[in-house]
């Protein structure tokens, strides 16, 4: 915590956790130094909304369609946004998905979150640690599986995403040229579905 933001009233520190994290738990405060009675002050004053249980963010922040990112982010600290989640952070699908799809390693355990509504798949070795990247969430910097770890592993997952959904983000990724016949080659190779995708990339590189 730097020199400035200590010196800041407490009712300002309280604020000041809000941008930066986004979404805050009364157990940010506590490992402040802070006391809960500020937030529940701030909710009584409508400065603060309730989100989930035990989650909070600023009431003048607009609520968007990556809000239940950042409350998995909060919540599962250990998983990596994944599949139709990450296609949509990356703008790479229409849907809308109402559960943040989120990848856990095999030897994590399930989380118990009740908000938001989660879909966990399980990965290992080389699948769980290659491809990963950070991406700007509202300020706050979300775990998520770059773009061609992402098309590898939708056609990975394609009985639980859909093969039309590998497709239509294989066909956006290489119109929009946001990943590259090598990188995507390499992923396929990472998540082993070299011989599902080899069709699909030759005939649409």
Same mark, same amino acid.
């Given at each position: 915590?730097?020199?400035?933001? =200590?010196?800041?009233?407490? *009712? ?9 994290? #986004? ?14 009675? =500020?937030?529940? @002050?701030?909710?009584?004053? #409508? ?10 963010? &600023? ?6 369609? *990556? ?12 998983? =990596? ?10 703008? &790479?699908?229409? /849907? /809308?998905?109402? /559960?943040?799809?989120? !990848? ?5 355990? /399930? ?20 491809? @990963? ?5 509202? #300020? ?6 770059? =773009? ?18 590998? &497709? ?20 396929? @190779? ?7 995708? *080899?069709?699909?990339?030759?005939? &649409? !590189?």
């Amino acid at each position: 915590m730097s020199d400035v933001l =200590i010196t800041l009233p407490p *009712h300002d520190r309280v604020l000041a956790l809000f941008e930066e994290f #986004g979404v805050v738990r009364p157990r940010d405060l506590e490992a402040r130094g802070l006391s809960r009675s =500020i937030l529940r @002050r701030l909710l009584n004053e #409508g400065l603060v909304t309730r989100v989930g249980r035990g989650l909070y963010t &600023l009431a003048a922040e607009e609520a968007d369609e *990556h809000r239940a990112l950042l409350e998995a982010a909060r919540r599962v600290p250990h998983g =990596i946004v994944c599949l139709v989640s990450a296609l949509r952070l990356h703008g &790479l699908t229409t /849907q /809308q998905p109402y /559960q943040v799809w989120l !990848a856990l390693s095999h030897s994590a355990r /399930q989380p118990k979150v009740d908000h938001p509504p989660l879909r966990v798949v399980r990965m290992s070795g080389a699948a769980w640690t290659n491809g @990963r990247e950070e991406s700007r969430v509202g #300020g706050v910097a979300v775990p998520v599986f770059g =773009i061609a770890k992402t098309v590898a592993d939708c056609f990975k997952f394609r009985s639980k995403v859909g093969l039309d959904v590998a &497709l239509e983000a294989l066909r956006e990724v290489l119109a929009d040229r946001r990943a590259t016949i090598d990188e995507l080659w390499d992923m396929a @190779r990472v998540c082993r579905v070299t011989r599902v995708m *080899h069709p699909y990339l030759e005939s &649409l !590189a």
